[in-house]
Each structure stands twice: as structure tokens, then as C-alpha cells.
């Protein structure tokens, strides 16, 4: 078995220290409240306005090309089941608000843009055996 020179296991571990070091600073919080705790006052910042804007204006894109399914009362239980997952402080908040859209669509896929809009795909919805799994999502 061969063995590094002593100069170069000494910069071999200044670099694997500098590489956890820079892990762990790359780990620490920010420590930012959740939305919910500023309750009805929560107002975005502009970026994130911003962003929102130009999520909405994806949104629109994809409604264009895709096929929604349209069940008022399964769009109906699935807001009655994301009602129960939403803290009463953010269902308090006018700036931030949920929106639940069925896409007629056989894959398993459900996703969300940043301004509060879901969509869930059918497939996915047929697959679930419990509202658990629905939560889950």
C-alpha cells in the first residue's frame, strides 16, 4: 500500500475541512417565520409578486394545451380536504389562496405553482386508495 507524502495529506485534509465547513455554513437557517404567523397581514415581497405574476401567466400557457376535468363535486372534496390541512391563520389570508384544478390526464402527477394554484392529475387521483394518500399529496 503506497502512502501520500505528509505535504500532501496535509492539504488533502484542508480541503476535505474546508468542504464541511462550507456544507455546514450552506445548512444554516434563515430563520423566516411562516407565512401563517403573520396571519390576514402577510403581504409578498415584489419579487415574490413578481414571481407570482409570471407563474400566472405560465398557468394560463398550460391551461391552453391541457384537458381539465371538470367535476364540481370532486373539486368540491378536494378543497374540503385541503380546508382541513390549512391553517386557519393562512385561510385568513387574503394575499395567499388555494385553487384546486383536475386535469383529465391517465399519469401520476399532481403539482402546484407558486401563487397557490394545484392541479391534480386523474391518474393519480384513481390510484389512491385512502384520503390519507390524497393528503399526503
Known sequence: MRYLPVRDRVAFRI?????LLIFAFSCATANLPPISSAGGEF?????????????RKEETK?????????DPLLVDYLEQVMGRLNPPEMAANRAVSFRITVL???TLNAFAYP???????????????????????
Open 15 to 19: 480541503s476535505a475541512l474546508a468542504v
Open 43 to 55: 403581504q409578498p415581497e415584489k419579487d415574490e409578486l413578481r414571481l407570482w405574476e409570471n407563474s
Open 62 to 70: 398550460l391551461i391552453k394545451n391541457v384537458q381539465v376535468y371538470r
Open 104 to 106: 383529465a390526464d391517465p
Open 115 to 137: 401563487h397557490g394554484s394545484l392541479y391534480v392529475h386523474t391518474g393519480l387521483l384513481a390510484r389512491m386508495e385512502n384520503e390519507d394518500q390524497l393528503a399526503t399529496v
